[in-house]
């Protein structure tokens, strides 16, 4: 298993991955709805918005985590 000093950054990956997965099944099906080249479309979007949604995790997961717990008893 991993080590507890990687928490953060896989917490992170295994965020990104699955928000960007789940909302680009869903916003690729509403704006193109189903059919036989959704899959590709799906993968083509998902292929750029994986990456986005990771560095978008590292960027702003760390200054999100301390201003909630500021905000937090």
Not at 16 to 36: A, P
Not at 46 to 58: E, K, R
Request: hydrophobic residues 55%; without cysteine.
């Amino acid at each position: 298993m991993f080590s507890k000093k990687y928490y953060d950054l896989l917490f992170i990956l295994i965020m990104g991955f699955g928000m960007s997965l789940l909302m680009t099944l869903i916003i690729t099906y509403i704006n193109t709805g189903m059919d036989n080249n959704y899959i590709n479309r799906f993968l083509k979007a998902w292929s750029v918005s994986l990456p986005i949604a990771i560095i978008a995790a590292l960027l702003l997961g760390p200054p999100i985590k301390k201003f909630v717990d500021k905000i937090t008893k």
